[in-house]
Structures are given as C-alpha cells and as structure tokens.
C-alpha cells in the first residue's frame, strides 16, 4: 500500500520534477552558515531562483530517502558543494537554476527537499533551527518553535523516521 498524500515539486520552468509519498518527517527552515552560504551559492547562478527567505532562512522539508525521487528531468540535475570535501550536495535543475533539494554522499537517510519547490497542499512550517546564526536585527515570527541550534523535536522526528524506515512502515 502506497502511503499519502503524493506532493509533486517541480523547477520553476518545468521540467525536472520530484515526487513526495506520505508525511513529510518535518518542514522546517534553517539559518545555518551553511545554508545561507549555499543559498547565496545557487542564487549567484545566471537566472537562478530565489532560494532563502527576506530574513536569512532557507526552507525545507525533510522526507526519508525511500519516500522521494525525481519523476522527470534527473538528467538536468546537477550537485554544488561549498567545499570540494564536504558531503553535502545541494541538487540544481539546470534548465533555470532552480534548488530542487540537499543530499549527502553518505551519511543520512532523509532528503531535505526546498519547500518553495512544492505545489498544492505543501506541509505547514513546523519549527526554524539553528536560528542563533540568523542575521543581525533579524526579528523571528512567534508563529512555530526557534531553536538556536538542532532541537530535541527535530531529533525526536528523525529517530521515528527512522525507526518507522527499518519496519518497513
């Protein structure tokens, strides 16, 4: 039995498209170095799409491996890392510098797809992490939890994600 919903997330031109089975293991947006960073990175590209919010933080959400994939268009997928060592890929639709989702090259069992990249009835935002790097003068909406580094809901979440992954569930 196949889980639901299927979200869809596509590039802003069309043409390289994801597909999400079932709950998402959370939606989040994070303001780590490294995702701003990354933001800056793939916003530089000719013609690149928005990546992070006004306020610094890049959205997300998180689905385990077995529950994501790309539909259309894997050929036009292209990774950017901020570190020739670093095992965090950051996936691009080349066709018009759309972020499509981070991945890793060993290591965790989720993908953290851009939730901007998601249509329809996208996850609600859940929590903002790592928001003690967010920048100077940024005001955080009240609206959901902030954890200035990774809090125990997020760890809680993945665990179960995991947990749910080896059943098989």
Not at 34 to 55: F, H, M, S, T, Y
Not at 100 to 127: C, E, I, K
Request: glycine letters at 6%.
């Amino acid at each position: 039995m196949t889980p639901s919903p299927i979200r869809t997330a596509t590039c802003a031109c069309g043409r390289v498209e994801l597909e999400a089975i079932g709950k998402p293991i959370v939606s989040a947006v994070c303001y780590c170095d490294d995702c701003q960073k990354g933001a800056r990175q793939i916003e530089a590209l000719p013609n690149a799409v928005i990546v992070a919010d006004p306020d610094g933080g890049t959205p997300y959400i998180l689905y385990r491996k077995d529950r994501i994939a790309c539909t259309k268009g894997a050929d036009l997928l292209k990774s950017y890392k901020l570190k020739e060592m670093s095992a965090t890929n950051r996936v691009v639709a080349t066709c018009c510098n759309s972020a499509m989702f981070v991945n890793f090259d060993r290591g965790p069992f989720w993908v953290t797809a851009y939730r901007a990249r998601f249509h329809g009835d996208v996850s609600p935002l859940q929590l903002r992490i790592c928001t003690k790097f967010k920048p100077a003068g940024t005001v955080l909406p009240r609206d959901v939890p902030s954890a200035e580094r990774y809090p125990p809901l997020l760890v809680i979440k993945l665990l179960a994600a995991r947990v749910a992954m080896l059943l098989g569930r």
